[in-house]
């Protein structure tokens, strides 16, 4: 086979249900917007330790096809380590990745390309029509992350949760040079592109089975993107800080002044003496938790442990 022109990066944890049907509306939108000999395509899916049959069937599809091959991990080790598992054996000159769950649409592929062909480094997609798809408690956290990257970030984009992406390979290249744990690879690749684009795609419910992501995920994810693209929280806790001390000294001259004045009278009580110091003590927690959250981090990267480990790759 000739140098792949267009490499596709799909994820699989679980997805049985949905497999056979994206290989269905993968391989028909690729066979007949991509069949330029001149341009081959290849599919690689990452086995993130599934539990049910999934390995199975993508094991079938690549003994079929030989453009598909199969990475597979030997536990799981989350969507973005996947993506960076099928990232390692990819040719193209561009990437796409999209979930397996069908919510990307494979048919919207050809217009991400298109925007590629046009000389953009990145193309996300723009999922419209999220709200009536999606529930609130899904896309509401969505939102914050999209609002807190572009402060961090300082791309100013719609959408970074859409993982219906395309990269160019030199980003591609870039990203696996980035050996941190925690990366969002939406983040991640735009720090390294210099034209990025948007365009605007379908988005559907999950087909079936359930999101991976569960709260805590979510919440984790949001951690990884402030503490690895920023140093803006830490920037934050030291201006809080002095600002703090800065009242709490007034608050101090004031008291003694009143003191002066009112010679006879006590001070208001015990308990705005309590007020003050339980608002002390809390902020202080906020500050320890948040450096916590950076040495943590740091102790994950000196480890160095390996991201994830590929037991096998299938491919013909
Ligand atoms: N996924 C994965 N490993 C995980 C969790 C998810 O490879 O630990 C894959 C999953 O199979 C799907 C994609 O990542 O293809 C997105 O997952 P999901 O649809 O659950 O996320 P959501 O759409 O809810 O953000
Ligand atoms: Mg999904």
Redesign the pocket.
């Known amino acids: 086979m000739s140098q792949p022109y267009l490499s596709i990066v799909?994820?699989?944890?679980n997805?049985e249900e949905n497999i056979p049907n994206l290989w269905e509306r993968l391989s028909r939108t690729l066979e007949t917007h991509f069949n330029d000999p001149a341009k081959p395509w290849e599919v690689i899916f990452?086995d993130?330790g599934s539990r049910d049959r999934s390995l199975e069937l993508l094991k079938e599809i690549a003994a079929k096809e030989p453009r598909v091959s199969v990475v597979e991990f030997n536990r799981?080790y989350?969507?973005h380590s996947?993506i960076f598992g099928a990232f390692a054996e990819t040719k193209g000159e561009i990437v796409v990745t999209l979930?397996?769950?069908l919510?990307n649409p494979p048919e919207e592929i050809p217009k991400l390309v298109a925007k590629m062909e046009e000389g953009f480094d990145v193309v996300g997609g723009w999922r419209q029509g999220r709200t009536e798809n999606d529930s609130l408690f899904r896309t509401l956290p969505s939102k914050i992350v999209n609002a807190v990257t572009r402060k961090t970030t300082g791309v100013a984009l719609n959408d970074y949760g859409c993982?219906l992406r395309a990269y160019r390979r030199d980003v591609v290249d870039a990203m696996q040079q980035c050996h941190e744990r925690s990366s969002f690879i939406p983040a991640l690749a735009n720090s390294f592109a210099k034209h990025i684009a948007e365009v605007p795609v379908a988005h559907a419910e999950?087909a079936a089975g359930e999101?991976?992501?569960g709260f805590w995920k979510l919440v984790n994810l949001q951690f990884d993107l402030l503490t690895s693209f920023s140093l803006i929280p830490l920037q934050a806790l030291s201006v809080l800080g002095s600002l703090i001390a800065f009242l709490g000294f007034a608050l101090f001259v004031g008291l003694v002044i009143y003191r002066f004045m009112h010679p006879e009278g006590t001070v208001g009580g015990v308990f705005s003496l309590f007020a003050i110091l339980f608002f002390f003590v809390g902020c202080q927690f906020m500050a320890f938790g948040l450096l916590g959250e950076y040495i943590g981090r740091i102790y994950q990267e000196v480890r160095n442990r390996p991201r994830f480990v590929v037991k096998r790759v299938h491919k013909q």
């Not at 799909?10 to 944890?13: A, G, K, L, M, V």
């Open positions: 799909i994820p699989i944890f997805e990452t993130d799981n989350g969507q996947a979930d397996a769950d919510q993982m999950r999101s991976k992501y």
